[in-house]
């Protein structure tokens, strides 16, 4: 299915160089940013308070979110579970209080809104559990890009696998260097969502490069930089339409789907943009660098060999 078809190839690789130069500064500001800022980290890395209130009608968890907010709490995490009457928060840890001093102020300014709310529990979220979390969630990363790796090399070459790791490791530093910038609450959801991204953005690569080899086979006069070009050229219409719609369902999260939603939705939109820039610029541009050509991809028949040489055809 396609919208629309591009006649003429467009020379995207004859801009490869500025393009991937400034990849590099986007990049190396991440990193920069990283090391500097660091990661606002949610409570479920940092350790805090979670409590779980209960209302006697549906909560209004807008309402609930703003009462906390006056307590001098900039960024709680408040959520409906189970039921519109149930409520979870989630309160970062304070120095100057306990898990239980906490849990009663809260409830405090609960009650004096709204004298129903009971308290059903409080848990007290410790550091160690944030740290086990943490080594979970980069042994996750790690396999996924040892798996994308396997599976490019299988599937292509490993000029592909290595160029895709490179551009997709180029989205989720670039993902988590917009978090350190802005300092946004990096939570376990935003780890969910780049590694939704990794995923996705491999997703274009290998279309791409399916592309690249199908045109390898059939067009043997064009240089490989020709080739990538009119591989990418060919999967606009489909790129439009895939991403388009995608976004759609990710900006409606971002809009409509409360601040629970939010930090999610705005990784997944920051990932879908540069996934999209990374598998058709930097993963292609790097795969040409590293001197991908059709014997890479396409085994030699005997309409490729050459009639006069006299090995032409000779089994060992």
């Avoid at 190396?28 to 308070?49: I, K």
């Avoid at 990538?228 to 991403?243: F, N, P």
């Avoid at 050509?293 to 006299?310: S, Y």
Wanted: proline residues 2%; neutral net charge; glycine residues 6%.
């Amino acid at each position: 299915m396609e919208f629309f078809r591009i006649r003429k190839t467009i020379p995207f690789m004859r801009h490869a160089l500025v393009l991937n130069a400034i990849s590099f500064l986007t990049f190396a500001l991440a990193v920069f940013f990283l090391f500097h800022r660091g990661l606002h980290l949610s409570v479920e890395f940092t350790g805090g308070t979670v409590m779980e209130v209960a209302y006697e009608q549906s909560a209004d968890i807008g309402k609930v979110r703003e009462t906390i907010g006056t307590l001098g709490y900039s960024e709680v995490l408040v959520q409906a579970y189970g039921s519109s009457r149930d409520v979870q928060i989630r309160l970062p840890a304070r120095k100057d209080m306990n898990a239980t001093q906490q849990s009663t102020q809260v409830v405090d300014a609960l009650k004096a809104v709204d004298p129903g709310v009971t308290l059903r529990g409080v848990e007290f979220v410790g550091p160690q559990v944030g740290e086990e979390l943490t080594t979970n969630g980069l042994k996750a990363l790690a396999m996924v890009v040892v798996g994308i790796m396997v599976y490019l090399a299988f599937r292509f070459e490993w000029k592909f696998a290595v160029s895709t790791v490179l551009a997709n490791l180029h989205d989720v530093v670039i993902i988590l260097g917009f978090f350190a910038f802005f300092q946004w609450e990096f939570s376990l959801a935003v780890l969910a969502a780049v590694l939704a991204v990794l995923g996705y953005s491999v997703n274009e690569s290998v279309v791409i490069f399916d592309r690249v080899r199908e045109n390898f086979r059939r067009y043997r006069k064009l240089s490989t930089q020709e080739v990538i070009d009119s591989a990418i050229t060919s999967t606009i219409s489909r790129t439009i339409i895939t991403h388009g719609s995608t976004q759609l369902v990710v900006l409606s999260m971002f809009f409509f789907g409360g601040p629970t939603l939010h930090y999610f939705a705005l990784a997944l939109t920051i990932g879908i943009c540069f996934g999209i820039y990374s598998s058709c610029f930097v993963a292609a541009a790097i795969a040409m660098w590293l001197g991908v050509k059709r014997e890479d991809l396409v085994k030699a028949t005997k309409k490729d060999e050459d009639p006069n040489d006299p090995n032409s055809g000779a089994v060992v």
